[in-house]
Every structure is written in C-alpha cells, then in structure tokens.
C-alpha cells in the first residue's frame, strides 16, 4: 500500500554549474548524504547535477538533476511560459544563488569523498527500478485516464533494457534479487495516483523518465568504471535521437497541461519533492 501521508524529506540540493575544461565526478558526503557533482567536455555550456540527501525519520533520499538540454526552453504554440518549463523551474529554485539566479538555497561546500558501488547493491537497484518503469509503462498503456495515451510509444521506456541487462548479470553468475521495499512502495504509490490523481502522476512520469536520462546517465557510468569494466548497460542506451525523445515528450507535456486549470498546474509542482523523495530511495541501494 502506498503511504497514507507524503514522507516528510529534507529539499533536495540540486546542483548545476557550467562544465570546467577537463571531465570531472567529484562525490561529496555530508551529515549521512552525498552530493555528486559531474562536470564534462570542454565548452562552457550547463551540465548534469545531482544531490542526495537524508532527511526526515524515515532516511529518505532525495535527487534531483538538471542538463543542457533540459535547460532548454521547450517549443510551444502556446502564450506564457510552457509548462515543463515551469517544472524545471521547481527544481532550479533549489539551487544555490551561485549555482542558478533562481536559486533560493543556502551556499553549503560538503566534503569530499569517495563512494564504492557494490553489484549486489546496483542489481537491487536495477531490480526496483525494472518495477517502477515497468508500472509507468502499464499504467499508460492502461490508459485509465484518456490523456495517458499520449506518453505510449516514447521511445523513453526502459523496461525490455532493463530486462536485457539483468539477464546478462545472471548469466555472468550473480543471483538477481526480487524487488524490494524502495521499488514495490513506489509502484505501489504511481498506480494510486494513476487512478485519483493524474497531475501528481505525471509529475512522477516527467521526473523519473527526465531524470534518468540525465543525472542517472552519469550514474551509470560512474558505475561502470568502478564495478563492469567500462561495460555499458542497455539502461542507458536509447534508439535514435535521445534529445529528439526528450523534446517530443516535452511537447507532448505542454500540450496535455494546457487544458489544466492553474490550480491543477500547481498541484502536479507540489509533487516535484515526493517524487525525488522515492527516486532517491531506489538510487540508495548503490551506496548500500
């Protein structure tokens, strides 16, 4: 059963900042949390930003990331701003007034230190997040709310890779765990709110699918280098043009959201936190 109340998290600490000239990951840990910062390439141009933190009684983690090419505006026929743009603004205010000029956070400089990934953690990981896509993509197919139909077919799904690539693990010899608390507490929660709450859930749809393609590319690799031999996992690999992907998806956003009152707009915002919240709870596992 999904939670009767959302969990009480700590803001996530986004980070974004222009790229230096020689690729850099530099992993900071502060109060039982860690801060990832990746900058890459040598062109000065916006790059990814994650942060962790613990926060509430419960230990949750938060993430949220940020990318060049979510820092583009998204098209749109319409007056105003459109709507994804204001759902990327949700998470900019979370920045530092040094980091972003929207930014409402405190300066904080955490230390730095290493992490070291584990298989048995990242296949824990790479099972919950095997549940929650497949859910996404069930509950669009599903289409119990007519619009839903809109976000089949993206070419964003992530479910069949994910299946590829636990199948190469067990293959490889590891045991491939069942799904655990972090995944069926979040499938759990998304077909929910599929069902009595469709702005909350496509707030979830937006920051998981976005997300992934962004900071959790950086994950990936990170992890990779530490624990697969540079092996490159179908996770991560998209067919065609992913940043294409990204923008039809983004219009189709702004299209189903135009027809929302602004008090609908600004509940699907309200959810940006709670949905970090459980992303960040699946991303735990890597680090545990």
Not at 77 to 83: A, H, N, T, V
Not at 111 to 120: C, G, K, L, M, N
């Amino acid at each position: 059963m999904a939670p009767a109340a959302a969990p009480s998290v700590a803001a996530p600490h986004a980070i974004a900042r222009l790229a230096s000239t020689s690729p850099a990951l530099r992993v900071g840990r502060k109060s039982g949390g860690v801060s990832i910062v990746h900058a890459v390439g040598a062109a000065p141009r916006p790059v990814v930003g994650l942060g962790l933190r613990s926060g509430g009684g419960r230990g949750r983690m938060v993430i949220a990331a940020a990318t060049a090419a979510e820092m583009a505006p998204a098209a749109s026929g319409e007056e105003g701003k459109p709507f994804v743009e204001e759902m990327r603004a949700v998470a900019m205010r979370l920045h530092t007034k040094d980091q972003a000029k929207e930014g409402e956070k405190e300066p904080q400089a955490p230390p730095v230190a290493r992490w070291e990934p584990s298989v048995e953690g990242y296949l824990r990981f790479l099972v919950d997040s095997r549940l929650v896509f497949e859910t996404l993509e069930a509950i669009v197919d599903r289409a119990a709310v007519p619009w839903y139909a809109e976000f089949r077919n993206t070419g964003l799904e992530r479910s069949e890779q994910l299946k590829k690539d636990l199948e190469w693990f067990k293959e490889q010899g590891h045991t491939i765990p069942e799904p655990s608390a972090p995944g069926t507490t979040y499938a759990s929660y998304l077909e929910e709110l599929a069902e009595k709450d469709p702005q909350a859930f496509i707030c979830h749809f937006y920051n998981v699918y976005f997300a992934h393609t962004a900071g959790g590319r950086m994950i990936g690799k990170k992890v990779s280098e530490k624990i697969l031999n540079k092996k490159e996992l179908e996770f991560y690999k998209w067919e065609g043009n992913l940043s294409q992907l990204l923008q039809n998806v983004r219009n189709k956003l702004n299209q189903v959201a135009s027809s929302w009152t602004r008090e609908e707009k600004d509940h699907c915002l309200e959810e940006t936190e709670k949905s970090f919240s459980y992303s960040g709870d699946l991303l735990r596992h890597i680090f545990t």
